[in-house]
Every structure is written in C-alpha cells, then in structure tokens.
T-cell receptor, first 115, second 112 residues
C-alpha cells in the first residue's frame, strides 16, 4: 500500500450534486490535512485534523464538509459547489501537528471539475 | 507570521546544465525548511529538508539545498539536470508546532 491514497483521482460533478473525496494513510500518522491547489494560486490549507479532532478550518465555505472518523481516514464531502471550486484537492498526513518537525506526506490528489 | 517567496515562477534550462531555484522566507523564530517536487498530475513529494545541523542538505534525485540564516534563504541546486526533472518545485517552512507555509512554486522546464 502506498503511503497516502486518495480516491477518486478524477471527479466531474454538477453544481447540485453531492459527492465525497476519500483519503487514507498507511503511515501511522495522527494528523491529516486537506489542501486545495488551483491554477496560478499558492497551495491553500483548508482543514487540519490532529488525533481525529479538527484543529483548523481556514475560512472554508460550508459547502465543503470534512470528516475524520479515525486517524487513518479523512473525507471531504462536497455539495452545491461552484465552478470556481474546480481544483486539485490534496490530502496529506504528518506524525502530528504540534511538537513535531516532521514533513507532510501527500496523496496524488483528486482532480475536481464542477460544471 | 511566516511567508515564503520564490522569486522565479518559471525557470527554463537546457539538459545537463546546472540549475538553482531560489527560496527566501520570513519568520521571527527558527523554522524548519523543506523543498517539495510535484510532477504533472501527481501530489507533492519531499525532495529534502533542513531541521538543524549542517547547512548543506542533500536530497533525492541529486538535488541539494543550502540554508543561509543571515539571508533567510534556502536555495535548491542541481549540478546537471535531466529532462525528467521537469516539474513544479515548492519551498515550504514550518515553525515548530505550526502549520506549513508553502511558496507559490517554481516551474522548472528542462529543454533538450
């Protein structure tokens, strides 16, 4: 199993659809992250979970709803999205958020297109 | 607050030539420094990191970077690039216990 796995790799949805992105890490880490990567923009941190508790919500619109049932799994539930939400959504994990110098391990991303 | 600047958005270079990708950061405290690479349609992969100790850090694929505290820089270098090095490169900083801050990225294009 690769370190951080994201599914689906590609997703096309209409503005009224409801879909979910899934992330699973096999590294024994305790912190998980969602990032948004849009063309011509820096990487944007969306959400951070540490030991299953959400520790950061970076002013993300409520049409994005994260869920972290355990330290190995992270979901991003999507509903009523806008075309400008089209982007590459990257999941990452690290040993923990505080008291650590450890790096982030990224999945390959889910390419989302909103029509 | 921390910030990361990558002055060059695009760097074209011929195959087998040397390359330097520049990274400068601002922070009021000590930081950890990272370089990540992103190949097309993939996630970010760690190239190298500086935590402490020797200021010259060697990473994967023949890359190295030098931490310069006085200039708050962490430039990435490779003495001879290959076509396969074509990718986007991101510099990042992390304060102990804080979240990562990424630079805007530098697109390296290696030309035959």
């Amino acid at each position: 199993e690769t370190g951080v796995t994201q599914t689906p790799r590609h997703l096309v949805m209409g503005m009224t659809n409801k879909k979910s992105l899934k992330c699973e890490q096999h590294l024994g880490h305790n912190a998980m992250y969602w990032y948004k990567q849009s063309a011509k923009k820096p990487l944007e941190l969306m959400f951070v979970y540490n030991f299953k508790e959400q520790t950061e919500n970076n002013s993300v619109p409520s049409r994005f709803s994260p869920e972290c049932p355990n330290s190995s799994h992270l979901f991003l539930h999507l509903h009523t999205l806008q075309p400008e939400d089209s982007a590459l959504y990257l999941c990452a994990s690290s040993q923990r958020t505080s008291g650590s110098s450890g790096e982030l391990f990224f999945g390959e991303g889910s390419r989302l297109t909103v029509l | 607050a921390q910030s990361v600047t990558q002055l060059d958005s695009q760097v074209p270079v011929f195959e087998e030539a040397p390359v330097e990708l520049r990274c400068n950061y601002s922070s009021s405290v000590s930081v950890y420094l990272f370089w990540y690479v992103q190949y097309p349609n993939q996630g970010l992969q760690l190239l190298l990191k500086y935590l402490s100790g020797s200021t010259l850090v060697k990473g994967i694929n023949g890359f190295e970077a030098e931490f310069n505290k006085s200039q708050t820089s962490f430039h990435l270098r490779k003495p001879s690039v290959h076509i396969s090095d074509t990718a986007e490169y991101f510099c990042a900083v992390r304060n102990y216990g804080q979240n990562f801050v990424f630079g805007p990225g530098t697109r390296l294009s290696v030309l035959p």
